[in-house]
């Protein structure tokens, strides 16, 4: 089935419908956009996802990921429109697209499987396993005193943007202290299962 064929049949069909779910949301790591949870977002999870949507084929182990506009409405016209954007023009899809991460909008819902394994934690600069204010003096010490860079960088790149810098001080202070937004896995950090 060619794309424009999977666009029109979704728009006559794929209306989008909220889920409804009591179970707190469990965070787990995944691409938004890959909805067949491989690891990479391309031709294969259209027909994943027009399969759900007009066939009834399987569920997606990560419903975040098949939420590709990240509006809360999944299997829509509007995911399958953003997830054929990215596919054929290389658009960007919301975070944590293209890397690995958790979901920065709150909306209830989760993943059963993770789709990524994560070996080191963002924010972590320390390797101690936990998040404090020890961290942020390393890194402050590595970004004002050229201390030791964190091991990998990706520890200390707490906004995942693939730079050590002032931003990622703010963004781990936000965290430590005022209950901030969850450091964003970058690089090595956290890479497809
Ligand atoms: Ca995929
Ligand atoms: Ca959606
Ligand atoms: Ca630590
Ligand atoms: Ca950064």
Request: charged content about 20%; aromatic content about 10%.
């Given at each position: 089935?060619?794309?424009s064929?999977?666009?029109?049949?979704?728009?006559?069909?794929?209306?989008g419908m909220?889920?409804?779910?009591?179970s707190?949301?469990?965070?787990q790591?995944?691409?938004?956009?890959?909805v067949?949870?491989?690891?990479?977002?391309?031709?294969?999870?259209?027909?994943?996802?027009?399969?759900?949507?007009?066939?009834?084929?399987?569920?997606p182990?990560?419903?975040?990921?098949?939420?590709?506009?990240?509006?809360?409405l999944?299997?829509?016209?509007?995911?399958?429109?953003?997830?054929?954007?990215?596919?054929?023009?290389?658009?960007?899809?919301?975070?944590p697209?293209?890397?690995?991460?958790?979901?920065?909008?709150?909306?209830?819902?989760?993943?059963?499987?993770?789709?990524?394994?994560?070996?080191?934690?963002?924010?972590?600069?320390?390797?101690?396993?936990?998040?404090?204010?020890?961290?942020?003096?390393?890194?402050?010490?590595?970004?004002?005193?050229?201390?030791?860079?964190?091991?990998?960088?990706?520890?200390?790149?707490?906004?995942?943007?693939?730079?050590?810098?002032?931003?990622?001080?703010?963004?781990?202070?936000?965290?430590?202290?005022?209950?901030?937004?969850?450091?964003?896995?970058?690089?090595?950090?956290?890479?497809?299962?």
């Open positions: 089935m060619s794309f064929k999977i666009f029109f049949t979704s728009l006559i069909l794929g209306i909220p889920l409804l779910s009591n707190p949301a469990q965070a790591y995944f691409i938004r956009g890959d067949n949870c491989d690891g990479l977002v391309d031709s294969s999870d259209v027909f994943f996802l027009d399969s759900l949507m007009n066939h009834g084929g399987p569920l182990a990560c419903l975040d990921a098949a939420d590709v506009n990240d509006d809360g999944f299997f829509s016209i509007a995911d399958m429109v953003y997830l054929l954007r990215s596919v054929d023009l290389g658009l960007a899809l919301p975070p697209f293209p890397n690995c991460g958790t979901d920065p909008t709150f909306d209830g819902y989760t993943c059963s499987v993770s789709c990524c394994t994560c070996t080191f934690k963002p924010g972590d600069t320390n390797a101690d396993d936990k998040l404090s204010l020890s961290d942020i003096i390393v890194l402050v010490n590595h970004v004002f005193k050229g201390g030791a860079k964190p091991d990998p960088a990706c520890r200390g790149d707490a906004d995942g943007d693939g730079m050590l810098d002032l931003t990622d001080l703010v963004y781990l202070v936000n965290f430590v202290f005022r209950a901030g937004p969850d450091p964003i896995p970058s690089g090595v950090c956290c890479q497809p299962t």
